[in-house]
């Protein structure tokens, strides 16, 4: 099958916006939002095939499929996917997507590099296996923090499993210094909201409905710190894609896989209970596939998020 892009160039469409002033939702006490406004949520079908789509914050929200590479992995296998980045200048290739997935109990790191001509180059996909242990894993992802163009100062991973445990290792790839906090049995599903110096922050939902902020502190031992945002209604959503919006503001996607919907929201900058939320309404796109995950652009070019 061909790895051709099914329709607009994922890479233009996203520089493209990134390099728009976007007022979105400009302090604490406001949700306003701007058409520049943006979510590129991606996902892993049922057949292998690696998509995306630009979902923008009009009024009603706007949905346009960017990418689709067809069998990047084996059918069936993914279950999780953290944030897949891009970088769009390597020379002699069109670029290249890259990120963790876990097959099974079985994290592996995803590389694969395109043709100048915007196809998968076969000759260059790669599973490169991590790790096992990752069968009771419910949600991880990477985050970085860094004052480009100097080298990141931190690369985090975060793990949520089954039990309610998170865990955090630090230094990337070389995944040092674990730890752990545990009590967050209730947790459907996350998703990273802020990324500064001090901290990390993730907006989780529950089963129960309620939604939340868990701040994370770079300190040791790890002590999130849990502030409630909502009490009810947010228990739909299996999957949660975040985009900054704004200084201080964040595009928010909520993805119900059994309607096979997504509700756009306009998220003021944190602050428990006090914190604003605007729904923006019903995407209109329908969200069939298995999996779901963040896009971003490489390290320097894609926003660092400031949610809270």
Same mark, same amino acid.
């Given at each position: 099958m061909s790895g051709r892009r099914s329709t607009a160039s994922f890479t233009a469409g996203a520089v493209l916006l990134l390099s728009v002033a976007v007022p979105g939702v400009a302090h604490a006490g406001a949700a306003a939002t701007s058409a520049a406004c943006y979510v590129l949520p991606g996902s892993v079908t049922a057949g292998g095939a690696q998509t995306s789509q630009l979902i923008t914050a009009t009024s009603p929200p706007t949905a346009r499929a960017t990418t689709s590479y067809s069998d990047i992995y084996p059918d069936g296998q993914v279950r999780l996917s953290g944030t897949i980045t891009n970088d769009p200048d390597i020379t002699g290739t069109g670029g290249a997507f890259y990120g963790n997935v876990v097959m099974g109990s079985t994290m592996y790191a995803s590389t694969y590099y395109l043709t100048e001509a915007g196809d998968v180059d076969r000759s260059k996909v790669y599973l490169t296996k991590v790790g096992g242990g990752w069968g009771d894993a419910t949600f991880f992802d990477t985050t970085g923090y860094w004052k480009y163009p100097a080298p990141p100062e931190f690369i985090t991973q975060y793990s949520l499993r089954s039990n309610g445990t998170i865990t955090r290792w630090e230094n990337g790839s070389m995944? @040092?210094?674990?730890?752990?906090?545990?009590?967050?049995?209730? &947790?459907?599903?996350? @998703?990273?909201?802020?990324?500064?110096?001090?901290?990390?922050?993730?907006?989780?939902?529950?089963? +129960? +409905?309620? /939604?939340?902020?868990?701040?994370? *502190?770079?300190? %040791? *031992?790890?002590? *999130?710190? &849990?502030?409630?945002?909502?009490? %009810?209604?947010?228990?739909?959503? =299996?999957? /949660?894609?975040? =985009?900054?919006? !704004?200084?201080? !503001?964040? /595009?928010? /996607? +909520?993805?119900?896989?059994?309607?096979?919907s997504g509700y756009l929201y306009a998220v003021g900058h944190a602050n428990g209970t006090a914190t604003v939320i605007k729904g923006l309404g019903k995407v209109p796109a329908t969200f069939a596939d298995p999996v779901y995950f963040n896009h971003v652009l490489r390290l320097g070019d894609a926003q660092m998020l400031f949610g809270e």
């Open positions: 995944w @040092a210094n674990k730890q752990t906090a545990t009590g967050f049995a209730a &947790v459907k599903t996350m @998703a990273l909201i802020s990324q500064t110096a001090t901290y990390d922050t993730f907006l989780a939902n529950t089963r +129960g +409905g309620a /939604l939340y902020t868990i701040r994370i *502190p770079r300190t %040791s *031992p790890m002590k *999130p710190i &849990v502030k409630k945002v909502r009490d %009810s209604t947010w228990q739909g959503f =299996e999957s /949660l894609v975040i =985009e900054k919006c !704004g200084q201080y !503001g964040t /595009l928010l /996607l +909520g993805i119900d896989k059994d309607s096979r």
